[in-house]
């Protein structure tokens, strides 16, 4: 059973692999539909954990900032400001996953904060590679809003960040970064 189990996992991966096509920062911020399937993939994550029962529960507690949007705040700020807001979350994420992989796990945890970990490294990536006007900005490392060691926590936290701050982020970029770019949707 077990390895029924394990040979699944590894074939949703593999199909989650698959997909998973390397995009410019451009297509990024310019095709909704490139943000849709890399949302996807993250959210793809919860049936290996269903696969991955045993994985569900982390070793140890992990720090999940605060991703929601107050919307009047955000307005306020400037891109750089909402950029370096946005990379220190995912950095936060980021600490946590690496704390997570340097312990002992299942190979099914292995795999999952393996995933994670790549996805939130396109994204830091992505993300620190935009050319905004103005002077970079530094952020502090984010208040955290609760601490757990669920998985499935950590990877809605992780989903809601992308679908929140991050979208309404990269969607104010679209008129200066796609203009005249043709629509690739």
């Excluded at 040979?7 to 451009?26: A, P």
């Excluded at 993939?41 to 720090?63: G, H, T």
């Excluded at 220190?88 to 690496?98: K, Y």
């Excluded at 208040?143 to 926590?153: E, G, H, V």
Aim: proline residues 3%.
């Amino acid at each position: 059973m077990e390895l029924s189990r394990l040979v699944l996992l590894l074939l949703v991966m593999t199909v989650v692999e698959v997909r998973d096509t390397q995009s410019s920062n451009i297509d990024y911020v310019c095709n909704p539909r490139v943000r849709d399937q890399q949302i996807q993939k993250v959210n793809d994550l919860r049936s290996v954990m269903i696969v991955c029962s045993a994985a569900a529960l982390l070793p140890s507690p992990v720090q999940l900032p605060f991703v929601g949007v107050r919307k009047e705040t955000w307005k306020k700020k400037s891109m750089q400001v909402k950029r370096a807001e946005i990379v220190s979350e995912l950095r936060m994420f980021s600490e946590s996953i690496e704390s997570m992989r340097e312990g002992n796990q299942s190979d099914c945890l292995s795999i999952l904060l393996d995933r994670l970990s790549h996805s939130i490294t396109n994204h830091i990536l992505i993300i620190t590679n935009l050319q905004l006007p103005g002077e970079k900005v530094n952020q502090d490392r984010p208040d955290s809003a609760r601490s757990t060691q669920k998985l499935q926590d950590v990877q809605k936290t992780y989903s809601n960040l992308l679908k929140g701050k991050m979208e309404s982020f990269l969607k104010e970029l679209e008129e200066d970064f796609c203009e005249g770019r043709a629509d690739d949707s």
